[in-house]
């Protein structure tokens, strides 16, 4: 089958083509580890998930890593304001390290939860300071480096091609618009690739270098550990679409200049999920957790559903009715196949061909998941539906297998009562059968008759 992505640094819809047959070399920009992940950030995740799922069931043998910037990460993008995680150690009280470690355990556990697979390596930034460190040697001697009172500078004026992934050419480069002002710079886009400890203090994460005591700039992480897991090129970079015009170009550059190569054929970028029409975000006051959530009552699953129903290319308003919404699309999914017979059915070829050629298409999600009900409704047998969605949810990650049992496992009560009611019903004493299916209700529990005698299902997801 032939795949189509939307690549940012064309700017236009391309057939994707692997680098090695069969193998597809994917890189993820993870999170910052200095604090909790909002739904927004953990959004991307499940997006990019189904793009490797997807992958994985057109027969390619998926490499994925991430990052996990646990240093160099300042609080603006570009190159100004203090280390986030120096910042996170005052607020909680720990040291950097101890601030990473944790939030990077809450991080795997969020992404756990929301049933997305984990990359085939994680790699944390300070485990890769000496890479990180040879690396920036090479843009020293091929003269793409300069000093300055607080590091060690990108000149980007010595690649022809900068921000052609943005097409920063294009946008208003004045300093103050997107990038901090700093009258040391010789370019208003020049970048921080390793930058010096403040005089009179000392960092927790702080290493020498040729250059002096200090620590890596943002986004020379992402053009090491990329080259070192997937080669100087591989095939597809993801990320957010803040990243479209500092992060990836400042990447791609870094890339370009060590190894005259590109660093990735494919660029993918995520819009945010908003709030209301607005910026998810702590700085904006809106910093909803998975946490809040499952406080409130509903399953990480719900989430997922939510998230799968709309355009990765487009932002996604996120309400708490919307959640509630996809909550109950999500139950009513689970209720018809959890009544279904499960023995072992056929997947449905047609079906299942026109939910791949959805995801083909730039990975249309939404019209993938749509694909469900189209099962659901059409003449088919019980056994060969179930198959099918089950086929179908390797991809989109819904986990319908494992909700499906947890609503086939009745509690203790319900069994009791089935027991009971199946003795009325061999009496013919209706009115007592119809009792006890209200009562089975007022505990969550669905009953059907069927020729075969009694289905029941419990309904969890309230």
């Known amino acids: ?41 953990l959004s991307a995740y499940v997006i990019w998930d189904v793009l490797k799922r997807f992958l994985l069931s057109q027969g390619y043998d998926v490499k994925h890593v991430m990052n996990l910037t646990d240093v160099g990460h300042l609080t603006s993008d570009a190159d100004e304001g203090e280390d986030k995680m120096e910042t996170a150690k005052r607020r909680e009280k720990k040291t950097a390290w101890e601030v990473a470690d944790y939030f990077i355990g809450v991080f795997k556990t969020s992404i756990k939860e929301l049933n997305i697979l984990e990359p085939s390596k994680f790699l944390r930034v300070t485990d890769v300071i000496q890479e990180q460190i040879d ?5 020293d001697e091929k003269g ?33 618009a997107r990038v901090a002002k700093n009258p040391e710079k010789k370019n208003a886009s020049d970048f921080a690739v390793w930058k010096f400890s403040p005089e009179n203090s000392q960092r927790d994460m702080e290493w020498d270098s040729p250059w002096g005591k200090g620590f890596p700039g943002w986004h020379l992480e992402c053009s ?47 819009q945010h999920l908003r709030y209301e029409g607005g910026k998810m975000s702590k700085s904006a006051g809106v910093f909803i957790k998975l946490t809040d959530i499952k406080e409130k009552g509903y399953s990480p699953m719900a989430l997922r559903y939510f998230i799968l129903q709309n355009n990765y290319r487009k932002p996604h308003n996120f309400s708490w009715d919307s959640l509630s919404a996809s909550q109950n699309a999500l139950k009513n999914i689970l209720r018809e ?44 047998e019980e056994a060969d539906k179930l198959a099918t969605i089950l086929e179908m949810d390797k991809v989109l990650g819904l986990d319908l297998a494992t909700l499906r049992t947890k609503s086939l496992a009745l509690p203790k009560e319900a069994e009791d009562l089935l ?44």
């Open 144 to 176: 793409y480096l300069y000093k300055i009172s607080d590091g060690m500078y990108f000149d980007t004026s010595k690649l022809n091609n900068y921000g052609q992934l943005a097409n920063l050419a294009e946008v208003d480069q004045q300093e103050g």
């Open 419 to 462: 027991k009971k009611r199946q003795e009325v019903r061999d009496d013919k004493d209706w009115p007592r059968s119809d009792q006890l299916r209200d009562q089975l209700k007022g505990i969550s529990v669905e009953v059907q008759d069927t020729p075969d005698g009694q289905k029941a299902i419990y309904d969890w997801l309230k």
């Open 1 to 41: 089958m032939k795949i189509y992505f939307q690549n940012s640094l064309s700017r236009q819809k391309e057939e994707f083509k692997s680098i090695k047959k069969n193998k597809v070399g994917l890189y993820t920009c993870g999170p910052t580890v200095y604090d909790y992940p909002h739904i927004g950030n």
């Open 135 to 139: 690396f920036a040697k090479v843009m």
């Open 337 to 380: 196949i959890s009544f279904y017979d499960d023995k072992k059915g056929r997947v449905d070829k047609a079906s299942l061909e026109e939910f791949y050629t959805a995801l083909a298409d730039d990975l249309n999600i939404a019209k993938a998941l749509s694909s469900i009900q189209k099962v659901i409704e059409i003449k088919l």
């Open 224 to 270: 090491v550990m990329s080259q070192m897991e997937l080669g100087d090129t591989f095939d597809i970079h993801t990320g957010g679409v803040e990243h479209l015009t500092v992060h990836h170009p400042n990447e791609m550059a870094q890339s370009e200049a060590v190894t005259g190569k590109l660093q990735a054929n494919i660029w993918l970028h995520n």
